[in-house]
């Protein structure tokens, strides 16, 4: 819910206010721009099967969240610091829109998993998952609006928030809250 229900709202409306406000950016190119910035979102099952297939000390989804949270962070951290050009300000956004898109997979997996194991309570994770997406998410959505204007935070400020929600998905990953038990085998 903090991940992507604040960090989608918030990411994607610095995004455009940057783009168009800040740098000064035509609608037509920041449409091209966009489609670049948002190729983590059109790739996402991608994410599910490199995980599945690829696991990194015997975890599937773990270190995969931990690093999504990393560059997510840093990311956001350079786009406020910097005032980066159209440019470079397109790879940290493509970085931070990965920093919420695959996360994203990964606890749909962890959740579907989870259903398996406790069928009885898929209906509670579902709601569990898609009611803090949206209790976030509809904050997130009236306060952007406002703080985005130049007198408040402005754009550049915004992103400092996504370095809270990057570490929101960082934080708990690191810690294991997936509860995910390495598949490694033994030499």
Same mark, same amino acid.
Request: hydrophobic share 45%; net charge positive; aromatic share 12%.
């Given at each position: 819910g903090?991940n992507?229900?604040?960090?989608e709202a918030?990411?994607?409306?610095a ?5 168009l ?7 037509r ?8 910035i948002?190729?983590?979102w059109?790739?996402?099952a991608?994410y ?12 599937r989804?773990?270190p ?16 406020w =610091? @910097? ?6 300000a ?8 990965? #920093?919420? $898109?695959? %996360? ?5 997996a ?5 259903a398996?194991?406790q069928?009885r309570?898929?209906?509670d994770l579902?709601a569990l998952?898609?009611?803090?997406l949206?209790?976030?998410g ?5 306060a ?5 204007k130049p ?8 992103f400092?928030?996504?370095? =809270? @929600?990057?570490c929101a998905?960082?934080?708990p ?8 038990? #390495?598949? $490694?085998? %033994?030499y």
């Amino acid at each position: 819910g903090l991940n992507q229900g604040i960090g989608e709202a918030v990411l994607f409306t610095a995004q455009r206010y940057y783009y168009l406000d800040v740098l000064n950016t035509s609608g037509r190119r920041y449409t091209q721009i966009g489609g670049f910035i948002n190729i983590p979102w059109q790739i996402k099952a991608m994410y599910g099967m490199i995980s599945d297939s690829t696991p990194i000390y015997g975890l599937r989804r773990t270190p995969y969240c931990v690093g999504a949270g990393f560059i997510g962070t840093i990311s956001a951290l350079l786009l406020w =610091l @910097t005032g980066a050009g159209r440019n470079m300000a397109a790879v940290f956004l493509l970085f931070a829109n990965l #920093s919420i $898109a695959s %996360p994203d997979v990964m606890i749909d997996a962890t959740t579907a998993e989870k259903a398996k194991t406790q069928p009885r309570l898929t209906a509670d994770l579902q709601a569990l998952c898609w009611g803090s997406l949206y209790f976030f998410g509809s904050f997130a959505q009236l306060a952007s609006g406002y703080l985005v204007k130049p007198k408040v935070l402005g754009p550049r400020h915004l992103f400092a928030g996504i370095m =809270l @929600t990057s570490c929101a998905c960082l934080i708990p990953s690191s810690l294991g809250w997936l509860g995910e038990k #390495s598949q $490694a085998k %033994p030499y």
